[in-house]
């Protein structure tokens, strides 16, 4: 049996006046919007990873929030579980950063708050947490969910 790395991301959902802070990437040829969030470093909690990562990507300081969702990412060789945090409190105003995790040709391009309409609209990944987000939009109210598994 062969043993791969299983790979856990974190990512928070932010709303302000209606509105979810989202993180526009390009990789290759496609722009696709995601959650501003990345990957736990060794000896890192799942909710410093988050701060760390908002700090990075957005300039926001992450304040509170619990988790929300978890759903898991499939692909050959590639196993990812991704931790999604409900930011309910967080102080500053975005701005675009830097994401250190993107390599060769990913990178991250801007960051901008996506109304319903706008979100709706937008390719966003991953297919699963958009979902959830359509339906449960700025709803932190619901248990926890796990969403399943996407692959290609």
Known sequence: MTRATIEVRVQGACFWEHALLCALHRKHDAEYWVLPGGHLELDESMWDALVR???EETGLAIEDGHL????EFRSAGRHVV???FAIT???GHP?????????????LVD???LDREAFVEAPFRPTLLARHLRAHWGDWGIPAAYLGVEST
């Open 53 to 55: 990562e908002f700090d």
């Open 89 to 91: 409190g967080f102080g």
């Open 95 to 107: 701005r675009l950063g830097v994401d250190p995790e993107a390599v060769g040709s990913a990178t």
């Open 111 to 113: 960051v901008a708050w």
């Open 82 to 84: 991704d931790c999604t």
């Open 68 to 71: 929300w969702a978890l759903s």
